[in-house]
């Protein structure tokens, strides 16, 4: 399932606790192509939300939208299975996929803070504040070993891009499902800020409930 990141709020779940969530506006998705091993090889289903203007789409995106007669997608990702999924092309999932109590994977892009050193990238300490130290507060001191082996080993933790990636946050549990309003209620945070787009996945460390496909 596919949504948009609303904000965060708190409510009370159905044992009385006040809990923490992130609200997300899931769907409702089209079915943009269904994929299966004879035409290409494994089974899947592109999902798109949202929409753009035609004149700010490429002419490929706009004939791939129109086979689900719906407008070019501003979000588009697609969903490998193992078996076939009761949907066609042109199909609406909405959030009835969830329900409350189970758990989800919710996979986002992180906020990007720009190149940052090492004290914000990597909580170094950093270097004395006192006895003659100057220069070296927020430096990450030496990074070789000398004459031998004599270079910086790949994965040496040091100053750069931090943020703007994806992550995907495991394990969240689904408080509430506003159907009416296309809101999942996700106790816990999820990555990115308000607005970005958001994957919501059954957990795939956590058991399925019964009778609910895979997403």
Not at 3 to 30: R, Y
Not at 120 to 141: I, V
Not at 174 to 179: C, D, K, L
Request: a positive charge; hydrophobic letters at 35%; aromatic letters at 6%.
């Amino acid at each position: 399932m596919l949504g948009k990141k609303v904000g965060m709020a708190q409510l009370f779940d159905a044992s009385g606790n006040l809990v923490g969530v992130t609200v997300i506006e899931a769907g409702p998705c089209t079915v943009l192509q269904k994929k299966t091993p004879e035409n290409d090889g494994y089974h899947a289903v592109q999902l798109g939300l949202g929409a753009r203007k035609e004149k700010n789409a490429s002419k490929a995106l706009v004939g791939h939208c129109k086979k689900a007669n719906v407008s070019p997608s501003r979000f588009i990702r697609e969903y490998r299975t193992d078996d076939a999924l009761p949907f066609n092309v042109g199909d609406q999932i909405t959030v009835r996929e969830f329900q409350p109590g189970q758990y989800v994977d919710v996979i986002g892009t992180s906020k990007g803070k720009g190149f940052q050193g090492v004290v914000r990238r990597h909580k170094f300490r950093g270097g004395d504040m006192t006895h003659g130290a100057k220069g070296w507060h927020r430096r990450s001191g030496a990074i070789g070993q000398r004459l031998f082996p004599g270079r910086v080993f790949r994965g040496m933790r040091m100053a750069g891009h931090m943020g703007d990636r994806r992550i995907t946050t495991q394990n969240l549990r689904v408080v509430q499902v506003r159907e009416a309003d296309n809101l999942l209620m996700i106790q816990g945070a999820v990555p990115g800020p308000q607005g970005a787009f958001v994957v919501v996945r059954h957990a795939k460390m956590k058991a399925k409930p019964a009778g609910k496909a895979a997403k």
